[in-house]
Structures are given as C-alpha cells and as structure tokens.
C-alpha cells in the first residue's frame, strides 16, 4: 500500500476503529487491523471523513474590505461597492486575494469547490483569468469548478451574456444566475436554462434572496427543472425569504423541490449578515432551516460564500465552523440533525455537486480529512480542528492537536 491510515472512526460507524488502505490515489481497502505493510499513520482513533464539499463560494471578490465601504450592510450597497471594486481587478490580483482564500479553505478540509464568478462589461474576463489559473495551480490540493453567473443583471446589461458565453466555451463548467438584479427575473431564468441546456452543464442559481416570502422564483425554477429533465442537475442559493415563510408555505415550497430535484445550499454567515437590515428590533435570522428539509426530501448543502468582503467581511473558510453557526442559528439540537449539519458539508455537498468517487468504499478516491473528534456529532458541535487532509492519497496539510503545558513538566 502507499498509505495505511491507521485506527481510524468512521462517520456511519463511529463505535469501532478501522484501518484504511491507499493506493494509487485510491482507498483500496477499509478492514479492523488490515494485513498490509507501506507507509504508516496512526489517528488514535480519530474520525476520518471524505474532503469537505465546499458548494457556493467568491474566490474573484474574496479579501477586498479595504477597497469598500459598509457602512449601511445591505445588499444593495453590497453589490454597488464591489461594482464598483472590479473596475481595478486585474487577472493577477483575481489569482493573488484567491489564492489567500482557496489556502485556507484547503487548510480547513476542502477537497471539493464550485466557485461562483462574475462576469460583466464592467470586469470582462478578467476574473474568470485569474481564476482558471488559480484552479491549474491547485489541483494538487483541490478541485473547482467554476460557475459563471450574472450579478449585476443580464438581460439588462448588454454584453453580459456574450461574456458568460465565452467564460462557458473557455472553461466554465456550471452556470448561475441573479435573476433578483434584473428588470425580467423570469427572462434571466429563460436564458440560463437554455444555456445549460447548449453547453450541458448544471445550474445554480442565486435565488429569492429577500426578507419576505412574497414572490418566490423557486417554482418557475422548479417548473424549468421538470421540464427540461434538469431534476439533480439544479441547485439553488440563498433563498432567505424560505425562512420567513408560514409553516403551509414553506412545506409547499418544500414539495416542489423534493419533487423537481432542486437542491439548496444556505449560506449561514452572509444571510445572517444581510437580512433583517430594515428591522431595529427582533431582528430576523433570515437563515433559511436546511434541516427541515431535509425531512421533506430536499437536498441541502452549507457553504460559505463570501470572504472578507462588503457581502460578508469575516470568514475564515472552515465548512465546520459554518455547520455549527448554522446549528446555533436554526436552534438544532436533536442528534440526527446536528449530524445532518455535518452531512450538508460534505456527502450532500457531494450529491448537489454530482460527484463521482466521493466516499470511504474501496475504489472512492482518497480525498480524506482528518479530525480532532471521535463523532462527526462532536465535530460539529466542538469545532473540531482538522488534523491532516488528503487529496488522492497525497497529504496536502498537517495541525498539531493543541496541547497543554502544565506546571512542572517541563523540566520532565
């Protein structure tokens, strides 16, 4: 074997300690004391999980705080001052804030990312330049694909959709949309479906991003989904105005995804960040509650969005960290759903993402982490560090496990 992880807790099985097999990039076996020599590491019964699945992030508008103002915090001014901001990206400074950000997120467990990136006559390609280079020069720790979407309209920007057409020709292998920028929202959606549908890529969409549930696009989502086969190929982000919806609502709309395959990714620290910003008092949460649907058969994933921006200026790209945020905030307490946070960063993550070999069987890549945890109960609700991550088998970061000084030993 080239590896041989060693007393290692599984997350579906986490009462026993196995030892997991790697060759060729490759997990090639997991068995109780497996009878196999090579390279050894001994986790002390640590659990090990498949690379976290990072769903929806900004790696082109990530660490700008110092170019923009905040001082309202609404997405309007949001979306106003990075427009503005991109006027001076360049590819190089795209690469450069990128890199910063995909390093944590690497240190932090990520194996998987799509990342969103704009395009407009505002920045052209420029971002889509520094990205694609940022994507070559980590594949060794990481793989991302790119989604191209609209941020500041399309039908109402002209020369914005010739550019998501060029980004999707050169490289773009998911397409998004912002339908709540445009003069047609519908008319965005049109367009993006029918952009999937030439260029064969899956969709995901910035979607309902508002503080009421009045007017929810997610149903002529879901009626596109059905129609043209795109059930599991669609996901949609956001979608706040879910969690201001009455129980009957919310369970209608909860149907028609489960029954179209539209999946959601909630963005736990952004939508806590921007909603509520017209209440001076018992101000709303504005997280939608992945886990409820969860129970009413929709797939969910947990991402981070943005970094160190107007959008979200915090972040330090731990997908655990953002489990638990979201635990916190939708008040989750039963163990099966403080489990199911942990799931929606990294197998549902997976499923949205139609992953192939994402998994602890034998023939699954050896895209691992591991952490400072037995349970991946415990690792959500403790923060648990990451240890060390693999990406095919090759390790691609370490952490020391903190440790206490006590008085007297040192001279021990």
């Not at 023939?363 to 060390?388: K, R, Y």
Request: glycine share 10%; aromatic share 6%.
């Amino acid at each position: 074997m080239d590896l041989i992880l060693r007393g290692a807790r599984l997350p579906d099985d986490p009462t026993r300690t196995v030892d997991i097999g790697i060759e060729g990039g490759r997990i090639a076996a997991v068995e109780p004391r497996l009878a196999a020599e090579g390279e050894t590491l001994d986790l002390g019964g640590r659990l090990v999980s498949p690379g976290f699945v990072e769903t929806h992030i900004h790696l082109d508008k990530s660490c700008i705080l110092e170019r923009c103002n905040s001082s309202r915090g609404d997405l309007e001014e949001a979306i106003g001052e990075v427009a503005k901001a991109k006027g001076g990206f360049t590819p190089e400074d795209v690469y450069e804030r990128g890199r910063r950000t995909l390093e944590k997120c690497i240190l932090n467990g990520t194996t998987h990312m799509r990342t969103q990136l704009e395009v407009d006559p505002g920045i052209g390609l420029r971002g889509f330049e520094g990205v694609k280079r940022l994507v070559q020069d980590y594949r060794w720790a990481i793989d991302v694909e790119i989604c191209v979407f609209p941020q500041e309209g399309l039908l109402n920007n002209p020369g914005t959709d010739e550019l998501m057409l060029a980004a999707l020709s050169g490289g773009a292998s998911v397409v998004g949309a912002a339908p709540y920028t445009d003069a047609d929202p519908h008319g965005q959606i049109d367009r993006v479906f029918e952009m999937a549908r030439e260029f064969d890529v899956d969709i995901d969409m910035h979607l309902d991003f508002g503080p009421s549930p009045d007017g929810l696009d997610l149903d002529y989502v879901c009626d596109l989904a059905e129609r043209f086969g795109r059930g599991g190929r669609t996901a949609i982000g956001h979608v706040t105005k879910l969690s201001a919806a009455s129980p009957e609502r919310f369970d209608a709309a909860a149907r028609r995804m489960a029954d179209a395959g539209v999946a959601l990714t909630v963005l736990p620290s952004t939508d806590l960040f921007l909603m509520g910003r017209h209440m001076e008092h018992s101000v709303m949460r504005g997280v939608t509650p992945a886990h409820k649907l969860l129970h009413r058969g929709v797939n969910c994933s947990l991402s981070t969005n943005n970094v160190l921006n107007p959008f979200t200026p915090f972040g330090d790209c731990s997908l655990i960290r953002m489990a638990n945020l979201n635990a916190n905030v939708c008040q989750i307490g039963a163990k099966d759903d403080i489990r199911a946070c942990f799931d929606m960063v990294t197998a549902r993550s997976a499923r949205l993402m139609n992953l192939s070999g994402y998994g602890l069987a034998p023939g699954d890549w050896a895209d691992l982490v591991v952490l400072d945890c037995e349970t991946p109960e415990a690792a959500v609700a403790e923060l648990a560090p990451v240890l060390h991550a693999f990406k095919r088998g090759r390790r691609t970061m370490t952490r020391k496990p903190a440790e206490l000084h006590r008085p007297g030993r040192e001279a021990a």
